[in-house]
């Protein structure tokens, strides 16, 4: 069990995959650094399962894994990882959504970015964000985390400044609105910016 305070790495980029981790609570980005361009992959939270490069014997992780939050985390050798997840069809079967689903639904996304300007990028993240971390309340979904512009930016390929002035024009739309410096998101409203 480890637990990883907000900003800490639950493990690097490029170190010899052995463990596969578990999100027990909290969230983690998935960032990857190639020539000095940080790009986040993705945002992950409770029963996630991440490092999985670890079940593909002893090589570099692509990805690195940083809390966003105070996170707890269950680290498993990779054999152990497989013989929990072999021991039974439904184990094996969560084991797997919570894994391949998830990369799946991934690889959807950037099919649908290829398609997207970078305001349509930008209202796919968010409706993203809400749709896995987001909580109802009485104005829509209150993302429960802060999300920096850069951090936006980082998920959709565009710059700071863009992801700002996109955000500025979603608020004057009363598309998203701030509480306590936390986003909601409208995803009615948000949805048309994809058409």
């Known amino acids: ?41 993705g945002v992950v939270g409770p029963g996630d399962i991440v490092g999985i490069s670890a079940l593909l014997g002893n ?17 498993l050798a990779a054999t ?31 099919a649908q970015f290829m398609m997207l300007g970078a305001r349509g990028r930008i209202a796919l993240a968010l409706l993203e964000l809400a749709d896995r971390f987001g909580v109802s309340n009485d104005r829509g979904r209150l993302l429960p985390f802060m999300v920096s512009h850069a951090m936006l930016g980082a998920m959709v390929g565009a710059s ?15 598309i998203v609105t701030r509480e306590n410096r936390r986003l909601v998101i409208l995803p009615e409203k948000l949805k048309l910016e994809l058409q």
Not at 84 to 110: I, P, S, V
Request: net charge positive; aromatic share 8%.
């Open 1 to 41: 069990m480890l637990e990883v305070k907000r900003g800490a790495s639950v493990y690097p980029q490029a170190e010899n995959a052995n463990l596969v981790h578990v999100i027990l609570s909290g969230m983690a980005s998935l960032t990857m650094t190639d020539k000095n361009r940080r790009v986040l992959v």
């Open 59 to 75: 090589r570099p992780r692509p990805f690195r894994c940083e809390a966003l939050s105070e996170c707890k985390v269950a680290a």
């Open 80 to 110: 152990s990882f497989r013989s929990l997840m072999l021991r039974d069809a439904a184990t094996f079967e969560k084991a797997m959504q919570a894994t391949f689903g998830r990369w799946e639904l991934m690889l959807k996304r950037y």
């Open 160 to 174: 700071r400044q863009h992801v700002t002035m996109q955000l500025v024009e979603f608020e004057r739309a009363g």
